[in-house]
């Protein structure tokens, strides 16, 4: 399975800062109540929204949620199911190894 992803105007390699400014510039803003979480791995960043006072202990990202990664080397985003960051970190690694990242010219259509 190929990971496909967008273009950003990241800064490369991404560093924390960035991931932070492409997540904010690039990604849908914030629900009300929601925190926005990153996450580091060795190839890029996990974004997702988490409810710090109403989610269970175990379960912090809520269901049905996005997880976006941004990927270091490129500053591209790819959309993700709600999987744990330690579970996408490794799927991430795996496409990456086979050559699977296919980052496309423009955004998808918003309809």
């Given at each position: 399975?190929?990971?496909?992803?967008?273009?950003?105007?990241?800064?490369?390699?991404?560093?924390?800062?960035?991931?932070?400014?492409?997540?904010?510039?690039?990604?849908?803003?914030?629900?009300?109540?929601?925190?926005?979480?990153?996450?580091?791995?060795?190839?890029?960043?996990?974004?997702?929204?988490?409810?710090?006072?109403?989610?269970?202990?175990?379960?912090?990202?809520?269901?049905?949620?996005?997880?976006y990664?941004?990927?270091?080397?490129?500053g591209?985003?790819?959309?993700?199911?709600?999987?744990?960051?330690?579970?996408?970190?490794?799927?991430?690694?795996?496409?990456?190894?086979?050559?699977?990242?296919?980052?496309?010219?423009?955004?998808?259509?918003?309809?």
């Amino acid at each position: 399975m190929d990971i496909h992803a967008y273009p950003t105007d990241a800064h490369t390699p991404v560093d924390r800062a960035e991931a932070t400014r492409v997540a904010a510039e690039h990604l849908p803003a914030e629900q009300p109540g929601h925190d926005r979480q990153i996450i580091e791995f060795a190839d890029g960043f996990t974004v997702f929204a988490v409810q710090p006072l109403h989610a269970p202990a175990d379960r912090p990202i809520p269901i049905g949620g996005s997880v976006y990664v941004i990927d270091k080397a490129t500053g591209a985003v790819s959309f993700w199911p709600t999987y744990p960051s330690g579970v996408i970190a490794e799927h991430y690694a795996l496409r990456l190894a086979a050559g699977r990242l296919i980052v496309a010219e423009t955004w998808p259509d918003q309809d």
